[in-house]
């Protein structure tokens, strides 16, 4: 039933449908203190938003953000902070034949037999839409974050069969990556960006859709970051990520790589340096344990193609019966390039609230106030 | 901080060392009427228990369950039910080296840094043995299952480089999967748990170690279950199974594969039969938009290969000093064949927890009582 | 930090500062399937809005409340539902003066204390606009229970020295309670009413305030809600009404009174009538060993004063300098009567979310949708 | 159904009923750090134990509490903390007749009602030895509040008639509110006590019983304390302490008798000293806006007498027949004694649990440790 919140202590609750007249979010839990404003957290959700690209879908939003509580003369006061982004440009024509029909791996069919009843507009509650709100939250999360030393980016490793080479990603810094992923498919190499946005195009003419890998990396994490055995930092993290639309797969470090690996190849040795431990690889992850180890925290989500294609469907309706669907709109060919600041975002989430709650691990860390 | 229990009506909390005099776990949630008593529990846990294959660990444990609250004449009250195991065969002399210094690839350093002290002996919290309790909860969340007609069954499907043919395990009931699963390395074909088992003693040979997959199966859950956008039932699972120690990345139907598909490949079209609706294919692995579409589940987690290996490794130690380590004790070669039913536990105990809170989802099912 | 969420199943988010652009809140978990739309929410708001009596404060606020998502075609999705109500009234120059002086009796110390900060414009978060918006969910939650044949009403039974005959507002039915209240201070007996209101002025004149007793009676509630041992019925309704701003001190049945009663006088005893069990009393008003038995469950609040008075108060303030403060502005000389729908309303939520909760305690009352 | 957690940060999980092996508590989120034995939790639990005074009870319990995990040559590791008490006194035949009959203001007729079936000896889960486990939470957080400068203490007010006289205890520091209340009765006046004591003996022999009311002031609680709007200060204590069998009102500060008084008369005033806040008075009891203000909290439980009386009463059975019951056995005629010490763990344990929250209130306290 409540399934809309996120978080323990930095919590977040968000809200909203395709078409609806808004959507948001509730942060409850931010720190008081924190300078900002909506000016500080359009540009995550820009990264977002429908229309800035020939890859993804026409439907223009402008995801403009409004702060109707929580901040006072430029601050966070440490009360609930209620973010709302207008839906302006949605049209209920391209789906009022879609009421009754189940589109095919989209979740029609799941939402009518839980609820039965749904908000079949866009998608509804199901609509990658929604994501925005989630953005708006990891952006708040992500200054925070930023305060304290840490900071994240996520970047497009593939579209369909077009990779970036091996090693590529880790040879760049955050900022190299974030530069250079500015394009339209979020591939920080300019030559398999170019690839990707031919094979994109190639999809789209013959009516069908790709899938991707999104990987983000988190630096500056202090060791000991994780809560066992539940909610071990991957864990958390896998949670979110596997909450975002379309996410079939989630890789901590080496992933499924690691799997196929020894021992002996797989466990990261260190050494001391400037009394800091230093790992001398990375195939954890950051992570061992369920709990951070210092070294960058990477993770891979992997996105199934875009179900909505254009061609005719098999699938059946709400009366029982099986019926044919082709669908009309406007549909990405490919979300991954879109989906990238959604993992970013909860990624920030995610890590920002359980650095929140390691704050009470240890007795000599505690103070009464 | 509170990271030791999971789910939000069907709850399990764990405590336990590796080396204390016990390890167990609360159920707190856990439905009145059931039939329970530690003879339905043991089963699972026996598949566990190291020291019934020779392709895991030497240490003997018998596992043994009590269940001390919670059941009165046979059948469960409603109440929390406390169960626990008592660890017999722990030998503390094995590890008094390891006080100081951190092995490569376990959680010692990260516990460390967050705690600043731990249990060293035997891996302390972090050690596997701690899933013992989290497959007590798990056997009495699949009896519930049962009575609601949901089956499940984990094994394994990869060990290192040895890989079952594809479309396998896909071919066999849950039935003939468990029947064939019973080996020492949990491969539900005898051909590849040959090829796998000489693998594993070739790497123990060697001081080494291998990782692999385990798959677990849901049949019979109906459609409905999850809760969007963040307890969605992909979600919840990932957190899940992410949480046993080892696993490095999780998939949900074709999970990886799905990235590199086509809208037009990847869809799972549908028709009717006898009034229900009966997908044809199931890529998407029973789980649309988060919520379960009524076909099977299917989900895998691939395991870094076990990091307690016996060759010399480069490491540091809590005086903040440069070090080699060299590990003896009794350490399993692959931990995969043990953690298939650890995996299937959480699959069942995560479900349940979601099933539980689709009671409340409409109107038109509440009622009063 | 995350203190602004109530409930686990039919969870409530609310947010939102007296002067800031609105405030709102986020129901998580309502069922899907239930008629809703403005009009069906307005009339409990309306039991709160200043305005309507002259026992009460000056500001006029219409507190219409906005539904943005949740609900489609007049029926509730399952999906979150974000009621906004937008602040119309607010006058900063009431407050401009005090944003360094402490209120005595208010919370601004302990804000500045907690935060660092605070929006001291009409009390920012403490403000008790704040509950606008819990009138909103405790709306929503009252209409379910509806559906479910549960009915609860709140009514003022003292306000200073004012108090109700013994035994009144327990002759009286739900329905002629909710037609006798319907006077400015919301007291069941006209006499009574007429005495509470001329206390009030006399109040005002001495530029004094008044504190009183809101009492809520529960009908209709089945036996076995509630989750021992923590989240016992009693417990989590004194939780919710306690977080209502004001509130000294709960009581459930006799209370106070049975504390120095005899077991002899005190227990409840019960006979058969047409197959139900039926209580001769109601002592324990209607929860035993914090479950519900079935009888009315009778709760009541006391409300310390108002702290806003206009005399000269001895305060300090925020650069720790001791000082004198004459308050002006608009406020309440007592709050119980708009308090009542308050208690109502947390009451309804909390209740709702417990029935929501008992779903799954029974093996034989659970199926697998 | 999951209602036997408590907390956020500092859970506890209690499990256990009167007749069962044992009943214990699972401490999830305890700081590493803390020194921590049996013997430093016994002196808590030895308060609560029946067979230590004429007022109570002639069941004899030891209660030595065991600690089965999370502690580390003899500190806490961070990890869950299992305490187990075994039950070592039960007598089955004491309860056996009882099987059938609904008593009198216990809970039997709602667990019935709630779970169709119930463990009926002793009382079961709804038993007051349940709290046990509860005390020994209570002692551990008691020990962490105290390295943090922070002591409560908690002793009986009144019993039946018999009422310490106004501001007594206010005048007795914690120190010899300890002192003094080293009897039977737990009231910190000699005088009282004895009186107390006589009503007791008359109860007893007339086979009726008493209630009574137990006060809890806590000291050294910085300001800023308690997590507006819900999990505000207040609202965590009224919970946690009206989860304790029999209470069945609670007060914070003047709590009743401020519902009767002027503002001018309620409000705190307050005045710089040595830098600090210090409130003149303590009509709110340390708490405003549901934030503690840095003065004493005082808070009060009101029992209501024990349902358990050696007289016939009228009930009716499981069978839904009307029938007449004398009950047999060992129970207390007052239950405030025992009550103390538990009513004093539960405000520890949720003060606890909000003071950790609090860490990350604001910016310039957080660190990324």
Redesign the interface.
């Given at each position: 039933?409540?399934?809309?919140?996120?978080?323990?202590?930095?919590?977040v609750?968000?809200?909203?449908?395709s078409h609806?007249?808004?959507?948001?979010c509730?942060i409850?839990?931010?720190?008081?203190?924190?300078r900002l404003s909506p000016e500080l957290l359009q540009p995550m959700l820009d990264r977002r938003k429908p229309g800035t690209s020939s890859a993804t879908t026409a439907r223009k939003e402008d995801d403009l953000v409004e702060i109707?509580?929580?901040v006072?003369e430029g601050?966070?006061?440490?009360?609930?902070?209620?973010l709302l982004i207008r839906n302006t440009s949605q049209i209920s024509k391209d789906y009022g034949n879609l009421a009754d029909t189940?589109r095919?791996?989209?979740?029609d069919?799941?939402?009518d037999?839980?609820?039965?009843?749904?908000?079949y507009r866009g998608g509804?509650?199901?609509s990658g839409r929604?994501t925005a709100a989630r953005v708006a939250a990891g952006a708040v999360a992500s200054l925070?974050l930023e305060?304290?030393?840490?900071r994240l980016r996520a970047y497009t490793t593939?579209i369909?069969?077009v990779t970036l080479p091996e090693g590529f990603a880790a040879s760049l810094s955050l900022k190299e990556l974030a530069a250079a992923s500015a394009n339209p498919v979020c591939m920080p190499s300019a030559e398999e960006a170019a690839k990707a946005l031919a094979l994109v195009e190639e999809?789209r003419s013959e009516k069908?859709?790709?899938?991707?890998?999104a990987e983000c990396r988190i630096e500056?994490?202090?060791?000991?970051?994780?809560?066992?055995?539940?909610?071990?930092l991957?864990?958390?993290?896998?949670?979110?990520?596997?909450?975002i639309?379309g996410?079939?797969?989630?890789?901590?470090?080496?992933?499924?790589a690691?799997?196929?690996?020894?021992?002996?190849?797989?466990?990261?040795?260190?050494?001391?340096e400037n009394?800091k431990?230093v790992f001398?690889t990375n195939?954890?992850?950051g992570i061992?344990?369920?709990?951070?180890?210092?070294a960058p925290i990477l993770l891979r989500a992997?996105?199934?193609?875009?179900?909505?294609?254009f061609?005719e469907?098999?699938?059946?309706n709400k009366n029982?019966?099986?019926t044919l669907l082709t669908i009309a709109g406007r549909h990405d060919p490919v979300i991954v390039p879109r989906a990238v600041v959604v993992v970013e975002s909860m990624c920030a989430i995610a890590l920002l609230d359980l650095?929140?709650?390691?704050?009470?691990?240890?007795?000599?860390?505690?103070?009464?106030?």
């Open positions: 039933m409540s399934g809309s919140s996120f978080g323990k202590l930095f919590r609750t968000t809200w909203g449908e609806g007249p808004a959507l948001g509730v409850d839990g931010c720190p008081a203190g924190l109707l509580s929580g006072f601050f966070t006061t440490g009360t609930p902070i209620s189940y095919p791996g989209h979740a069919y799941c939402y037999a839980k609820y039965g009843i749904r908000d509804g509650r199901s929604e925070i305060e304290l030393g840490i593939a369909g069969s999809a069908d859709s790709l899938g991707g890998v500056g994490v202090p060791a000991g970051i994780g809560e066992p055995v539940f909610d071990k991957d864990a958390v993290l896998g949670q979110a990520v596997f909450s639309g996410v079939k797969a989630v890789e901590i470090g080496d992933g499924i690691a799997a196929k690996a020894r021992g002996s190849e797989n466990n990261d040795c260190s050494h001391m009394g431990v001398e195939h954890a992850g061992l344990g369920g709990i951070s180890n210092g992997h996105f199934k193609p875009t179900p909505s294609i061609r469907q098999k699938t059946v029982g019966e099986d650095l929140l709650e390691n704050n009470g691990s240890r007795m000599d860390r505690l103070s009464g106030r």
